[in-house]
């Protein structure tokens, strides 16, 4: 039986250490694009998979797609990637097209193999939503030859399929109506910055003050929940009481923070005028109702759908980087 093939065997062939081999196979900076793309090249042609089958070359296509999130998700306060699902499932059953939800947690996210829809050959493809899916686990499902698209996700280093949200352009339309009623202090609570879709957002934000002279405040948090935005709020407001407004990094940590302010006396939007992100259902039942930016989650879907319709049919296709734009949506908790 022929030994697996190892990160070795793949530096050996082009002349590298197993360090670049090892950055390159789990997305980490310092290795050139072109370097990057030879180790991902030959890990293909070699069958350099964690453990995980090479799909044949003459596969019997299944129809199916599965649609990949964490498992944190599924029990979130933040109803946000089913409804991309939704979107993805009406455009695929027209294609003849079934989906599959599959949630993981960190243990599959570490070891590909354990990956059921891609180990048993049940899927052609896949739609990995959301920042919390690894890059050592993307990198392993395209070296398997998996045809995949990220939602709410890309890769900093490598080309890879994605379909995202307009994330600066919504958190700096959000600050710059809150700058234009008059706040001056206002703070951006935020999930973990290793989050692309946080770290969008939080840059959005900072370009709207930084242009009105005023300074920036960031309060981050290990998740992006309705606890962690009460929790927060409360760090917000006991280090700087003179805070008059709030950019949420979504719409679950702001109404998170809404809470958490009555409760510290603090009435929204007489006393702190609120704004979210995503605008998830929730959003304008809350009390008040939440200004927020909408995302177009169905539309993601079917765009993240389309494209990958698109790679499964020409395999060869480079890789897309696909925006999607906001819209700012003004209800009562801004108080404009």
Not at 87 to 114: K, R
Not at 167 to 173: L, N, S, V
Not at 204 to 218: D, K, Q, T, V
Not at 251 to 261: E, P, S
Request: glycine share 6%.
């Amino acid at each position: 039986m022929k030994s697996p093939v190892t990160q070795r065997d793949i530096a050996q062939k082009l002349g590298l250490s197993i360090a670049t081999v090892s950055r390159a196979l789990n997305d980490q900076p310092g290795v050139s694009p072109e370097i990057r793309a030879q180790v991902l090249e030959a890990a293909r042609e070699m069958g350099y998979f964690p453990h995980l089958p090479a799909r044949s070359l003459v596969t019997a296509t299944t129809h199916t797609v599965a649609f990949v999130f964490h498992s944190e998700h599924a029990a979130s306060d933040d109803p946000f990637y089913p409804i991309i699902m939704t979107g993805a499932e009406s455009y695929l059953s027209q294609q003849g097209y079934h989906i599959l939800m599959s949630t993981i947690g960190d243990q599959v996210l570490d070891n590909p193999h354990l990956f059921a829809p891609v180990s048993q050959g049940l899927v052609d493809g896949l739609i990995l939503a959301g920042p919390a899916i690894k890059p050592s686990f993307i990198l392993a499902m395209l070296s398997a030859g998996i045809p995949l698209v990220l939602v709410d996700n890309s890769l900093p280093q490598t080309p890879v399929n994605c379909v995202l949200n307009d994330d600066e352009g919504g958190a700096y339309a959000a600050a710059r109506h809150l700058i234009e009623h008059g706040y001056t202090r206002i703070a951006f609570l935020s999930g973990p910055e290793e989050w692309v879709s946080n770290r969008e957002r939080a840059r959005g934000y900072c370009r709207a003050l930084y242009e009105a002279g005023l300074e920036p405040l960031i309060v981050h948090e290990t998740e992006t929940t309705i606890a962690s935005g009460e929790r927060a709020l409360r760090r917000l407001l006991e280090a700087h009481p003179d805070v008059q407004a709030i950019c949420a990094v979504n719409d679950a940590v702001a109404i998170g923070a809404i809470r958490a302010a009555a409760r510290m006396g603090r009435r929204t939007p007489g006393d702190l005028a609120v704004v979210g992100f995503d605008d998830i259902s929730w959003a304008q039942l809350n009390d008040p109702p939440l200004s927020t930016v909408h995302v177009f989650k169905r539309q993601i879907g079917v765009l993240a759908a389309q494209r990958l319709l698109d790679c499964i049919q020409n395999p060869d296709a480079p890789p897309a980087r696909i925006l999607v734009s906001t819209r700012l949506v003004l209800r009562a908790s801004c108080g404009h």
